[in-house]
């Protein structure tokens, strides 16, 4: 019986092994897919013209210079695009927070009439297609004499992200006890004090991870940037890119130095909130 017991225990913790070496193999085989063509847009970026030239986009680089990110930064324009995304970004993020933030609160803290009816209507304008709007606001844009500005981007931005973080800081904020408010209450705490004070605070942890994924979302948009915005000095980062692309045709290595460029700050960001990442991916989860 123990001779059995220890040869089934063998086969177990050896099925074990491959399969956790088979695990590790795949998933590194897919890291290295995912990961080829972002190495291959670093090396494009760093090499000449004349080299990408005799030797292919997939030949082994002969050259290293960094002229590539130069001619995207000064002549492609990619400085000023980058201050227009950051001007949109930015500001949208910290209004969008905030207004997302305060709604939040009262639809979570305080018995509304039609709360449930709000917070369905907020999901289900995410839900719409941005294609059938693309119209509209572009009409809305020019009724109010805004359209070809950074304000009507940073408006536009600010909509349709509201209602998808009120949602979620909703789940987040019912999760706090209500014990902490009324005692709050009791010491004569105000609405705003209470918000401010004690529920703001405590909702640090789903803000830095909305804030960085509402960065990511809102610093790559391409649709609503070239729906709202035709001057080209207006363009964001992203929207800079096509007419990056328009402008060198086949000089890729400045089409890869741009790319680097309009991928950094994201990069960044991502890097310095990853563990607020991971934590995002349960915001609203509790009941």
Do not use: C
Not at 255 to 266: F, Y
Request: aromatic share 10%.
């Amino acid at each position: 019986m123990s001779a059995t017991s220890g040869s089934t225990s063998d086969t177990t913790r050896t099925r074990r092994r491959l399969a956790t070496a088979g695990f590790h193999l795949g998933a590194g085989t897919l890291s290295a897919l995912w990961l080829l063509p972002i190495a291959l847009v670093l090396v494009t970026s760093v090499r000449t013209f004349d080299d990408i030239a005799a030797n292919g986009l997939g030949g082994l680089p002969h050259s290293f210079t960094l002229d590539g990110f130069r001619q995207a930064w000064v002549d492609g324009g990619q400085q000023r695009a980058l201050i227009n995304s950051m001007l949109v970004t930015v500001p949208t993020v910290l209004a969008t927070l905030a207004l997302a933030s305060m709604a939040a609160f009262a639809l979570s803290r305080y018995e509304l009439p039609l709360r449930r009816t709000l917070l369905l209507l907020m999901l289900g304008g995410n839900l719409l297609p941005p294609q059938i709007l693309l119209i509209p606001v572009s009409r809305i844009s020019e009724t109010l004499g805004l359209y070809d500005t950074l304000y009507a981007l940073i408006g536009v931005q600010i909509g349709f992200g509201v209602g998808f973080y009120v949602f979620v800081l909703y789940g987040f904020m019912r999760s706090i006890p209500v014990e902490i408010q009324q005692a709050a209450v009791i010491d004569g705490a105000s609405p705003w004090q209470i918000y401010s004070r004690i529920v703001l605070p405590l909702t640090k942890p789903a803000l830095a991870a909305l804030s960085a994924l509402s960065f990511t979302w809102i610093f790559n948009d391409l649709l609503w940037a070239i729906t709202v915005l035709r001057t080209d000095s207006r363009m964001p980062i992203t929207a800079s890119l096509i007419g990056l692309q328009g402008q060198y045709v086949s000089m890729w290595n400045v089409i890869a130095a741009g790319s680097v460029i309009a991928a950094a700050p994201t990069v960044a960001v991502f890097l310095r909130f990853q563990r607020h990442f991971v934590a995002g991916l349960n915001l609203g989860a509790v009941k």
